[in-house]
C-alpha cells in the first residue's frame, strides 16, 4: 500500500509554468534558410499557375464571345431566310450582309414531307468570315421544315401533293372503317 501511495502522490515544491529552456539552435532563432527559400519557390509557383489560368479563363471568354455573336448572326439570317413566304425567292438563294459574319451566301433544297403543305427545307449557309472578330469562313447547313401551304399551288409540288392528299384520303376511310367494324 505504500507503494500504491509513493507513486500517485503529487510532487512537493513550486510548478513551472515555462518550459525548460530549448538548446535546438533552429528553435530559438527562426527559420532556416533553406525552409525560407523553399516557401518562396512554392509562392512563386503558386502565383504562376495564377496568373496562367487567369490569362486562359479571359482568352476562353473573349472566344465565347465572338462564337456567341456568329451564332446570333447565323440565327438572324436563318429567321430572315425562313421569313420569306414566296417559293420561288427561296428556292433561289441568295445573298445576305450580316454584322460579324460579312456576307453570307446562301442557297435551300425544297421537298415535300409526308405531312400535307409541310415542305422540309434544308438550308447551306457559306459565311466569308471575319479578321475583327477572328471568325474563320465557314459552313453550315441545317434543315428546318416550314407549314407553307401557298407552295402547294406551284408547279414542283402539285402532282405531290395531289397524290399525297389522296393518300391521307385513303388512310382516314381506311381508319372509318376499322371503328365502324
Known amino acids: 500500500m505504500y507503494l500504491m501511495k509513493s507513486i500517485f502522490r503529487r510532487p512537493r515544491g513550486p510548478i513551472l509554468k515555462t518550459p ?6 533552429r528553435l530559438s532563432k527562426g527559420y ?8 518562396l519557390a512554392l509562392f512563386g509557383m503558386a502565383a504562376v499557375y495564377l496568373v ?3 490569362f486562359v479563363a479571359a ?10 455573336e ?3 448572326d447565323l440565327l438572324w439570317a436563318r429567321s430572315q431566310i425562313f421569313s420569306e413566304p414566296d417559293y420561288e425567292k427561296i428556292s433561289e438563294g441568295g445573298d445576305l450582309e450580316t454584322l460579324t459574319l460579312g456576307e453570307i451566301r446562301w442557297e435551300t433544297e425544297v ?31 441545317s434543315i428546318i ?16 401533293r395531289a397524290e399525297l392528299l389522296n393518300d ?11 371503328r365502324q367494324r
Open 20 to 25: 525548460p529552456p530549448c538548446n535546438d539552435f
Open 32 to 39: 532556416l534558410l533553406v525552409e525560407v527559400l523553399v516557401a
Open 52 to 54: 496562367d489560368g487567369a
Open 59 to 68: 482568352r476562353f471568354a473573349r472566344h465565347m464571345k465572338d462564337t456567341r
Open 70 to 72: 456568329m451564332e446570333q
Open 111 to 141: 421537298e415535300l414531307s409526308s405531312v400535307l403543305d409541310v415542305y422540309k427545307v434544308s438550308l447551306r449557309i457559306e459565311h466569308d468570315g471575319s479578321e475583327e472578330f477572328g471568325i474563320e469562313p465557314g459552313e453550315r447547313e
Open 145 to 160: 421544315h416550314l407549314l407553307r401551304p401557298t407552295w402547294s399551288k406551284h408547279g414542283d409540288f402539285a402532282s405531290d
Open 168 to 178: 391521307k384520303r385513303d388512310k382516314i376511310r381506311e381508319i372509318k372503317e376499322d
